[in-house]
T-cell receptor, first 116, second 112 residues
C-alpha cells in the first residue's frame, strides 16, 4: 500500500539557518508523482513542487531545493537561509498514476518554526 | 491564474444538522475531489468524482456523505447529519486530467 512518512513532527530553527524536511514514501508502482505543499496558519494548501517518478533531477527554486532519490524512496525538501515567513506546516504527498483514481496520500506533516 | 473557489470559508453548524459545502472547480477540469483535514492532522482523501459519478471513495466517506455536481459549475459535498467528529477543514480540488490538482482554500466546518 502507498504510504508517506514525515518523521519530523516539528522543527525549530533560527532565522537564516538552513533546514531540511524529510519525506520517505512507499509504493509498488513505477509511475507516480510526489508533491510538497505548504500550509500556513491561514489553512490553505500552497503547492510548492511536483515531481514525477521518472525525473530524478534535483530542483532549485530560489531558497527552496528538493532532493529526489528513488534508491532510498526519499524526496527531501531544503530551505536555505530560512525566514520567519517560512513558518508553516509542510506536507509531502504521493500520487499514483495506476491507482483507481488519481488520489493523493499525504504525510502527517512537519511543523517548521523559524525564530527571529 | 484559475482558482478553485470554496464557500463558505467557515461554517458553524449544530450537531445533527445537514450541511452543504460548495465548490466551484476550474471550468475545463474534469476530475473533482474532496479531502478532509481534522485539526492538527494530515489531509485525507474522501472522494473523487468523474463523468458525473463517484470514481473512488474512502472508508471515511460513509452513508452520511454525498457529492453532487448539480449544474455545470458547482461541486458540492453534503453531510446529512453532522457529528462533532465531522469538525474539520474540507478541501475541494479539481484537475484537468489524472495529473496535478488545484486545491481550493478550504471550508472550516465546526460542529457544536
Amino acid at each position: 500500500a502507498q504510504k508517506v512518512t514525515q518523521a519530523q513532527t516539528e522543527i525549530s530553527v533560527v532565522e537564516k539557518e538552513d533546514v531540511t524536511l524529510d519525506c520517505v514514501y512507499e509504493t509498488r508502482d513505477t509511475t507516480y508523482y510526489l508533491f510538497w505543499y505548504k500550509q500556513p496558519p491561514s489553512g490553505e494548501l500552497v503547492f510548492l513542487i511536483r515531481r514525477n517518478s521518472f525525473d530524478e533531477q534535483n530542483e532549485i527554486s530560489g531558497r527552496y531545493s528538493w532532493n529526489f532519490q528513488k534508491s532510498t524512496s526519499s524526496f527531501n525538501f531544503t530551505i536555505t537561509a530560512s525566514q520567519v515567513v517560512d513558518s508553516a506546516v509542510y506536507f509531502c504527498a504521493l500520487s499514483e498514476l495506476t491507482s483507481g483514481t488519481y488520489k493523493y496520500i499525504f504525510g502527517t506533516g512537519t511543523r517548521l518554526k523559524v525564530l527571529a | 491564474e484559475p482558482e478553485v473557489t470554496q464557500t463558505p470559508s467557515h461554517q458553524v453548524t449544530q450537531m445533527g444538522q445537514e450541511v452543504i459545502l460548495r465548490c466551484v472547480p476550474i471550468s475545463n477540469h474534469l476530475y473533482f475531489y474532496w479531502y478532509r483535514q481534522i485539526l492538527g492532522q494530515k489531509v485525507e482523501f474522501l472522494v473523487s468524482f468523474y463523468n458525473n459519478e463517484i470514481s473512488e471513495k474512502s472508508e471515511i466517506f460513509d452513508d452520511q456523505f454525498s457529492v453532487e455536481r448539480p449544474d455545470g459549475s458547482n461541486f458540492t459535498l453534503k453531510i446529512r447529519s453532522t457529528k462533532l467528529e465531522d469538525s474539520a477543514m474540507y478541501f475541494c480540488a479539481s484537475s484537468a486530467d489524472r495529473g496535478g490538482y488545484t486545491f481550493g482554500s478550504g471550508t472550516r466546518l465546526t460542529v457544536v
